[in-house]
């Protein structure tokens, strides 16, 4: 990979003299950007360009030439790379559309492509990119040309599945200040991919921090894994967020744990940021290049009660805690500047101070005494003399921030040009939004006290009884009677039952397990029995079990389309307790995902569900537990007794267990558990087999 961003010599192939030619561009950004290496340009006519001769052939360039960059038809990117490999170049970046991403004989050219790069043992970028910068050497091989004056080098890479995308980023670094170290458009990542270009970056001594732009995450569980084990920050903003199985209506986990939901619960997990768009992801920046934030302790000092109130506001809505101010400190205060207005109050308000160097003398007198967590110091003021006063005041808090190794994060209110001056000023990140700059110290601690708790995989899944073989072996969509069995082979709890088929069977059962009893048709067409009419709840005597055993089975004959039908299920009826939901679902991309909500035959409209990968802590269970709005239902409300949550918990590991040991088992819904007060117990419950949905 060094070769790809510390290149000692670069080709840019498909350069000509016209003056639309775009790899002419590539050749333009190396010289604008100062890139130290040598350059060479290739095209189908000998010319010159910005100086470089363009040689008539990849077979006319000097040997040892350490990296090709193609921008021409896609058609002949094949052939070229193949001269690259004679030469004896190893890497290459394709610029070139028309692959992939275009049509189908683009495939097939993407296919020759990579079949070519093994062939030399070539590692390639794109196809389909703008390309690779490096900020630190002046490597800058997009197609569109850059303005060396628009960037700045800084600790921040970005990996991006766009183009434009990367160019945004590069932009918007620079304009707040941090700054870009390495840049890289992944384009169609046909070869490497964002799994490599991070191991190289949480490597590299000159990134800090990376920020990842994604549509699509195919490698999910290996992305994450890497990034929750990094000493590095990462920051992913996702994209394409559409509910791609909102469709499938088949299970209820099908249609609650949506992609972006699991993209949502996996990247918490493996404690990575993520941001919801640019300007989000710029500030997440900003804040981890600050100390880190290791506690919940805010103390915010402002100009402007009405700010200060903002800023409150979104403090509480991050978790922080507005530490109190000690009085012998607002009376040390009061003392050391005569400035009897300041009140001691969490924020702090200096509105009635106009000497801005006191509030440098504050800030620092504050972080001595009181020694909050983080501080957040939000400046307004105007052009003129302020200004040159407020980069002064910037200059000192970008000391303190060194010096004490404390998070300040200043939150500046100007003019435009005014906020560029304290960005001239100070290396000290400056926040243009009071909720991006508590969102960034969020983040910050969230990642420093929160760490990541995303546990692997088995190597191999564990050994399973011969009756879960069978039971995973006898067909692709289970009914209720064979999904609970498969629950209690992995110790979940289950309401008493036994499967009939006449009127006189069912008679006995009930007899045998004892009224209150339900009874459920079983057909594994009918995925919402309740629908169907196949359920019948309450049946509290033998003349309610004669009529509503006729009704289960007229709906049955309904709705089975004639087909084979497993009988109809005989259930004792659990009394209490509180229904949830709990399922799990293999997501192609991370693997098994836990669900947990509110249950029930609402369970889709309420949509509180809380979802984690397994495998799971018991931590991790009781956590899904406390993140769902209603909680409180399982806590006891009015007067009610609370609901066993550490059975619930149990409940939660097991289904874990069971998504690990069977990866034949595609989803599993149980809705309803019941969590009772001593216990819990599984209700009806549906599985999906194999890989086939109906």
């Avoid at 060479?40 to 363009?54: E, K, M, N, S, T």
């Avoid at 209820?252 to 993520?274: C, E, I, P, S, Y």
């Avoid at 004490?404 to 500046?412: G, H, I, M, S, V």
């Avoid at 304290?422 to 929160?450: K, Q």
Wanted: proline share 6%.
């Amino acid at each position: 990979m060094d070769k790809i961003f510390y290149p000692g010599s670069v080709a840019v192939v498909g350069v000509s003299e016209r003056p639309d030619n775009l790899a002419a561009n590539i050749i333009h950004n190396l010289l604008a950007f100062g890139y130290g290496g040598d350059v060479h340009a290739v095209g189908l006519r000998a010319g010159q360009v910005h100086g470089i001769p363009i040689l008539p052939s990849v077979r006319s360039l000097p040997e040892g030439v350490d990296l090709a960059v193609i921008l021409t038809p896609a058609a002949t990117v094949p052939g070229l790379l193949d001269a690259c490999g004679q030469k004896g170049i190893r890497r290459a970046v394709i610029e070139s559309g028309g692959f992939t991403e275009f049509s189908d004989a683009g495939r097939h050219l993407e296919e020759e492509l990579i079949a070519t790069a093994r062939s030399w043992d070539m590692r390639i970028v794109g196809p389909n990119c703008i390309s690779v910068i490096n900020t630190e050497n002046g490597l800058c091989l997009p197609f569109a040309r850059i303005d060396p004056e628009a960037t700045r080098q800084g600790p921040v890479s970005v990996l991006a599945q766009s183009g434009g995308v990367s160019i945004t980023y590069l932009i918007l670094l620079s304009e707040m200040g941090l700054g870009a170290n390495k840049v890289v458009s992944m384009g169609n990542k046909a070869d490497l991919n964002e799994i490599d270009y991070l191991t190289y970056l949480l490597a590299d001594p000159a990134t800090e921090v990376v920020c990842l732009y994604l549509e699509g995450i195919e490698q999910g569980r290996s992305l994450l894994e890497l990034a929750a084990s990094a000493p590095k920050p990462v920051i992913v903003q996702k994209a394409n967020r559409g509910r791609a199985s909102a469709q499938i209506a088949f299970s209820h986990t099908a249609a609650l744990t949506n992609d972006d939901a699991v993209v949502d619960a996996a990247l918490r997990q493996a404690g990575v940021a993520r941001a919801q768009s640019f300007d989000e992801a710029v500030a997440l920046a900003q804040g981890f290049t600050l100390p880190p934030v290791v506690g919940d302790d805010l103390l915010i000092v402002s100009r402007s009660g009405g700010h200060a109130v903002v800023a409150a506001d979104a403090a509480e809505a991050h978790g922080f805690r507005l530490m109190p101010i000690p009085a012998d400190f607002a009376t040390q205060v009061r003392h050391m500047f005569r400035a009897n207005v300041i009140a001691p109050t969490n924020p702090l308000d200096l509105g009635a101070i106009f000497d801005f160097n006191l509030y440098g003398r504050i800030v620092e007198a504050s972080l001595d005494a009181v020694q909050p967590d983080a501080l957040l110091l939000i400046h307004t003021y105007s052009s003129g003399p302020e200004a040159a006063v407020s980069e002064q005041l910037a200059r000192h808090l970008g000391h303190l921030n060194r010096d004490l190794d404390k998070p300040l994060a200043l939150c500046a209110f100007a003019q435009r040009d005014e906020v560029e001056g304290l960005r001239r000023a100070t290396d000290l990140p400056i926040f243009i939004e009071i909720e991006a700059a508590v969102r960034a110290l969020a983040a910050s601690r969230d990642r420093h006290t929160r760490p990541a708790r995303l546990r692997p995989l088995p190597s191999a899944p564990a050994e399973r009884s011969e009756k879960v073989e069978a039971l995973l072996s006898r067909q692709d969509v289970s009914t209720t009677d064979v999904a609970l069995d498969l629950c209690s082979s992995f110790d979940i709890p289950v309401a008493e039952w036994a499967v009939v088929t006449d009127q006189e069977s069912a008679r006995i059962a009930a007899t045998n397990l004892g009224y209150p009893v339900a009874l459920k048709g079983l057909s594994p067409q009918v995925s919402h029995k309740s629908d169907a009419g196949l359920v019948v709840l309450d049946i509290a005597d033998g003349e309610q079990l004669r009529a509503a055993f006729t009704a289960v089975s007229a709906a049955l004959t309904e709705h089975s389309h004639h087909q084979a039908v497993r009988g109809v299920m005989v259930q004792r009826m659990v009394p209490g307790g509180r229904e949830l939901i709990v399922g799990g679902k293999r997501d192609p991309s991370f693997g098994p995902v836990l669900m947990v909500g509110l249950g029930g035959i609402y369970v889709e409209a309420l949509d509180d569900v809380v979802l984690r990968l397994a495998p799971l802590s018991r931590e991790d269970a009781r956590e899904m537990l406390e993140e769902m709005r209603g909680r409180r239902i399982l806590h006891g409300m009015r007067g009610e007794p609370p609901m066993d949550l550490e059975a619930v918990v149990d409940v939660l590991l097991a289904v874990s267990n069971l998504l690990i040991t069977c990866p034949e088992v595609v989803e599993i819904d149980i809705n309803p558990l019941l969590a009772l007060e001593k216990g819990a117990a599984a209700i009806d419950a549906r599985a999906i087999v194999g890989s086939q949905r109906t």
